[in-house]
């Protein structure tokens, strides 16, 4: 499987994940990520015994986009504090149905997953279990019914985006998980980690990465934003 570097060096390695495939080994059992990667590192580097990869922060199975590991244990540590701090940028490009009322804001909601059901949902603050979720979100523009957001995460909750914009009366394209109602089987969820920007982990040096979608619909009615 053809996974891009977007950059590497002795601490960091920062691809495009493909979608549909898992970041980590599930009950699939089908090919994930780390385990590609690792030994993708393996042969590259003729490196014997295990080889160790970190990970610091997931995409759900249908998301694409720009993703980083740490190929050190301090490198991980480190990078999941800059994550934990919120100093690390994340931001997304998201295809939703429907046209926002107000072009940009901030979604503040409490979550909590069904592990059984891999379901999350909105509910009250004072919920059991309850975590806050925060994303800010701006309209790029609209097309056809849909519209285009750029979203940058300030928390890394479980299905966040695609819950909290769901909440906010606008279901993300082709997500029937929480946007049966409007999307169709077999539609792929518009939803892209077009960019990561964070301080390097030793260096401090401030390391960004961008990455765009496929020109497929829907993404295609916005062509300045694939590639």
Not at 54 to 65: A, W
Not at 116 to 129: I, T
Not at 182 to 210: C, D, R, S
């Amino acid at each position: 499987m053809d996974v891009p570097i977007l950059y590497e060096d002795n601490h960091l390695l920062v691809v495009e994940k493909p979608v549909n495939i898992p970041v980590q080994e599930d009950s699939s059992g089908d090919k994930d990520l780390l385990n590609l990667l690792k030994e993708d590192i393996k042969i590259r580097y003729e490196k014997p015994g295990n080889v160790y990869l970190g990970l610091v922060h997931r995409l759900d199975r249908p998301v694409g986009g720009a993703m980083v590991f740490a190929k050190t244990s301090k490198a991980a540590s480190r990078l999941s504090d800059v994550i934990r701090k919120d100093e690390i940028t994340r931001s997304y490009l998201a295809i939703v149905r429907g046209i926002p009322k107000k072009k940009k804001g901030t979604l503040e909601h409490y979550l909590v997953k069904d592990t059984k059901k891999n379901k999350v949902s909105v509910v009250a603050a004072s919920q059991k279990g309850a975590k806050k979720a925060i994303l800010d979100y701006e309209v790029i523009s609209s097309e056809e019914g849909m519209s285009l957001l750029s979203v940058r995460l300030h928390t890394g909750r479980s299905h966040q985006i695609r819950v909290q914009l769901s909440a906010l009366g606008y279901p993300l394209y082709g997500d029937q998980k929480y946007g049966q109602q409007v999307n169709k089987a077999g539609q792929q969820i518009a939803l892209w980690a077009n960019a990561l920007e964070f301080p390097h982990p030793t260096t401090k040096e401030l390391i960004g990465v961008h990455s765009l979608p496929k020109n497929e619909y829907p993404w295609s009615l916005w062509p300045c934003y694939v590639k």
